[in-house]
């Protein structure tokens, strides 16, 4: 019986882990493009609007 929860523990702990990494990866790539310098601005309507 105390193997059992044993396992469940470490499971529930694993599972938790890989959760968070990738919340963080996620986190982390959505923070890259949003530093990309003016790259949410370079829409293609953005583009044909302002004539560029």
Do not use: C, F, K, Y
Request: glycine letters at 4%; proline letters at 2%; charged letters at 15%.
């Amino acid at each position: 019986m105390m193997d059992l929860l044993v396992q469940v523990v470490v499971a529930a702990a694993i599972l938790v882990m890989v959760v968070l990494a990738v919340i963080a990866q996620d986190r982390r790539t959505s923070v890259r493009e949003r530093n990309l310098p003016g790259a949410s601005h370079h829409h293609w309507w953005n583009r044909t609007r302002n004539g560029h």
